[in-house]
């Protein structure tokens, strides 16, 4: 399991640090990623690391959002800086096993129904 925490309602600028804790599995083994879902839109993927800390990013996130982990914890985090009304929405960690806990290249393009889900946490930037 997968559990959320952390959306906020912010102002324009503002900063949020999501988290993310597993719970009945051997986070190591696992690609984490973030991703968001607005109203009449479809899930993006924003983020994801690797179990040996490397990081990628949707271009419209790079350099304001951060996703890191701590696999003693079973957690990932992502921490979003200067955040717009774009960046209103529900969002998403998930997960998927790969040996090593390598994250695909093309995750984001994988099937939604090839991940494992939390039940997310609503972000809301206010102008």
């Known amino acids: 399991q997968f559990l959320e925490s952390g959306g906020d309602s912010v102002q324009t600028g503002g900063s949020l640090l999501l988290s993310c804790k597993a719970s009945?599995?051997?986070?190591?083994?696992?690609?984490m990623a973030w991703y968001r879902q607005s109203p009449g839109q479809s899930r993006e993927g924003v983020a994801r690391i690797a179990a040996d800390g490397t990081a990628a990013y949707a271009d419209s996130v790079n350099r304001r959002f951060a996703i890191s982990r701590d696999d003693a914890k079973n957690t990932v985090y992502l921490q979003m800086n200067d955040l717009t009304p774009e960046d209103s929405a529900m969002y998403y960690c998930a997960a998927r096993t790969t040996l090593g806990g390598v994250c695909p290249a093309d995750l984001f393009t994988y099937p939604l129904g090839s991940l494992y889900w939390g039940q997310g946490t609503q972000v809301t930037v206010s102008s």
């Open positions: 009945g599995v051997t986070y190591s083994h696992y690609c």
